[in-house]
């Protein structure tokens, strides 16, 4: 036991297995109308598959893009009532989900699920911008927008670079300044995207 903390790098551990990315995550939903209205109406993901579980037939197995091909899938059935209260969390489960937005359709996010009565908290989270809200059955998701371009192939560098350099900083958590510097350290612009000014905070409870 050593009281070391765990490395922090964007380089692949020496493991015995390397997964090549997320292909998709699966929930436990409650019925296909409640789901689709949300998902796909509300968050614009089409559905794009719908079949029997293959463990459990008599129920319904949907599957959503969520833009950029991975896939967020649901089991439902439509004896299953929605229940938007807050779910309970403990060790193993879903804290929350996160999907990303444009920087461009921000604002509108938030006026969009204001308009469907989906109330949300915003946050300056430092190295992103995010809403937070619930979705139809108490779910927590995070609608989050980088504040600098990154490309998603440098992603992991870029973090990885802005971790080294708060570390050096002695600041406790990653803000703009260390993600431009490990931008530019990189040799990527750091030309920051316009958006509204928030509060730093707790996410959505």
């Known amino acids: 036991m050593t009281d070391e903390p765990t490395p922090v ?55 959503f893009d969520t833009g950029d091909g991975r896939i967020l899938t649901f089991f439902v059935s439509d004896d299953r009532e929605s229940d938007p209260r807050p779910q309970r969390t403990g060790v193993g489960a879903v804290h929350h989900l996160a999907f990303s937005v444009d920087p461009e359709r921000f604002v ?47 992603r992991a560098e870029v973090l990885a670079t802005a971790q080294r350099i708060r570390v050096e900083d002695g600041a406790d958590y990653v803000d703009d300044e260390h993600v431009e510097r490990a931008l530019e350290e990189l040799g990527l612009e750091a030309d920051p995207y316009e958006l509204p000014d928030a509060p730093t905070g707790a996410g959505y409870d």
């Open 9 to 63: 790098t964007a380089e692949p551990p020496e493991s015995p297995i390397r997964l090549s990315g997320t292909d998709h995550v699966t929930i436990i939903g409650s019925n296909e109308a409640d789901t689709v209205a949300f998902y796909r109406d509300l968050l614009g993901m089409p559905l794009v598959l719908r079949q029997p579980n293959l463990d459990q037939p008599e129920v319904t197995h949907l599957f």
């Open 108 to 154: 509108e996010t938030g006026e969009a699920l204001e308009e469907a009565g989906h109330p949300y908290n915003e946050f300056d989270r430092g190295a992103f911008h995010s809403l937070y809200t619930r979705d139809h059955n108490g779910l927590v998701l995070e609608l989050a927008t980088d504040k600098y371009h990154v490309p998603d192939d440098r």
